[in-house]
């Protein structure tokens, strides 16, 4: 199987060259040249396997240039992180289908992906006899799973800058409490927003990118989505089993559009799912999307529900090439104007072929709060406020009768300050939180200021 671009400039590539690229060279992204369709049999075997052995399976048709047995000791290890024996464990509260996605190291969803690709690059590192010099910046989430993903790795260092005093401590203590050599964090003296614009100046300098070997670890890269595919069918597959119903719906909750594009990519292979909730918060350009075929930018939002407090979803373009036909040209075009308008517009065709995949609804902060205290106090279970959003509009937008499966993308101690305003309590802490505040830590405070940061980099970079 060989990857393209959206934008049509890049010769076909294979998977390992794919995932060393990250952003396709053309400023586009990478995608298979076509999705691999399964049988219903096939999906019926696959569905029941244990989590390790779906992901070999599911992967494999992506990765076919890594040698199987080096594919599965990587899934196999990337895997033996998560503190529950299934991995992604489905369990039923009410009429719902909570799908647990927060047994990884950082207790997030993206521990699913960042723990194979953190093993992924480190064999294509020791392949290529290269070294790689990761840098990105974090508002929370994805920079404790891109550090966990890359600790202790050989030949690669992993530099994530966060604004200082800004990220919940929770999520700041879990970054600077990895020690490991190859990790290093940066406080930076300003905002997120700091920080996002002194990366993007960082790999603007082509330069001292390739002096380094800078390579980024953000949402784009096609390892993450391919590992993500995986838990769809995982979970249809217990669903099933215990409905007996063949047709499901998931509810996603949806920032970057890639955890809820992997879902897209399962029902393309082939897995019956009805339909697609993109569920939002208040940061709803999806929700208009999908409704109104209305892609327009307005201001970002903060919410109860930071890992969605996005506008321009990264992944989207992606999708956008599958609604214009695969007609790059198009896309290159679209998004030249979008830069300029802030705007896409959708009408006819497109539209009913968005509908047929996806159904939205965006859920605001009043919403969340009450989805977490009614959910608790009929079924004794908590949810994150992330979940909450997910849960709150599939249950808005599901008749009875199909089973809904709602995705649940964080543990609910990760957020205990939105749990503890919706119930009075606290969230128990799991085991890998317990003690946190007293853990040595690492951490190097800087000023928002590019040049430092780099001159920090000459100075650490492998
Ligand atoms: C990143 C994140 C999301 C959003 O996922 P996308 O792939 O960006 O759509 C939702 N919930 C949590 C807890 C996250 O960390």
């Known amino acids: 199987m060989l990857y393209i671009s959206t934008r049509g400039g890049i010769d076909a590539i294979p998977f390992e060259d794919a995932v060393m690229m990250g952003l396709a060279d053309d400023g586009g992204l990478l995608l298979p040249e076509t999705i691999p369709a399964l049988a219903v049999k096939e999906i019926d075997d696959l569905a029941f396997l244990p989590y390790p052995e779906l992901a070999f399976r599911i992967i ?21 992180t ?12 009410g009429d719902i289908y909570i799908l647990e996605l927060f047994h990884g190291p950082t207790l997030a969803f993206k521990d699913l992906a960042l723990q194979f690709l953190g093993n992924l690059f480190e064999y294509l590192v020791e392949k290529r006899h290269g ?41 700041q203590l879990q970054m600077t409490t990895v020690t490991d050599a190859n990790v290093f964090n940066l406080a930076v003296r300003g905002t997120f927003d700091d920080g996002q614009r002194i990366v993007k100046e960082i790999f603007g300098d082509l330069d001292f990118k390739s002096r380094h070997s800078l390579a980024s670890i953000n949402s784009i890269n096609w390892a993450r989505l391919v590992a993500q595919i995986v838990y769809y069918f995982y979970a249809w597959g217990r669903v099933h089993r215990e409905s007996s119903c063949r047709e499901v719906v998931f509810s996603v909750p949806t920032g970057n559009f890639g955890d809820v594009f992997a879902g897209w990519l399962a029902k393309k292979m082939g897995l019956p799912i009805a339909k697609l909730v993109i569920a939002t918060n208040e940061n709803n350009i999806l929700t208009r999307f999908v409704l109104h075929g209305d892609y327009s930018l307005e201001k970002v939002i903060e919410t109860l529900s ?11 373009e992606r999708y956008l090439y599958f609604i214009y036909h695969g007609d790059a040209a198009r896309v290159r075009s ?41 959910f608790h106090r009929q079924n004794g279970y908590l949810l994150d406020p992330h979940t909450a959003v997910g849960v709150r509009a599939g249950t808005r937008t599901t008749a009875p009768g199909v089973p809904l499966i709602c995705l649940a993308t964080a543990h609910p101690a990760k957020f205990s300050a939105a749990v503890r305003r919706a119930v009075g309590l606290d969230p128990e802490r799991p085991p890998s939180l317990r003690g946190i505040e007293n853990r040595p830590e690492r951490c190097h405070l800087i000023d928002a200021e590019a040049e430092k940061i780099k001159e920090f980099i000459a100075q650490n970079a492998l």
């Open 131 to 171: 070294r790689m010099n990761i840098l990105g910046a974090t508002s929370g989430d994805t920079g404790s799973a891109a550090i966990y993903g890359l600790r202790g790795k050989k030949n690669i260092n992993i530099f994530i800058l966060h604004p200082h005093g800004k990220v919940s401590p929770i999520q």
């Open 60 to 80: 494999s048709l992506f990765a076919e240039d890594v040698p199987r047995p080096i594919l599965k000791d990587l899934i196999d290890r990337s895997y033996a």
């Open 334 to 374: 679209t998004l030249e104007d979008f830069r300029k308008t802030g705007a896409i517009s959708f009408a006819g065709d497109e539209r009913r072929t968005i509908a047929e995949d996806f159904t939205s609804c965006s859920v605001d902060r009043e919403e969340t709060i009450a989805t977490i205290r009614d």
């Open 82 to 93: 998560f503190s529950h024996p299934e991995i992604t464990p489905v369990v039923k509260k």
């Open 306 to 316: 930071p890992s969605m407090d996005i506008q321009v979803a990264s992944n989207f």
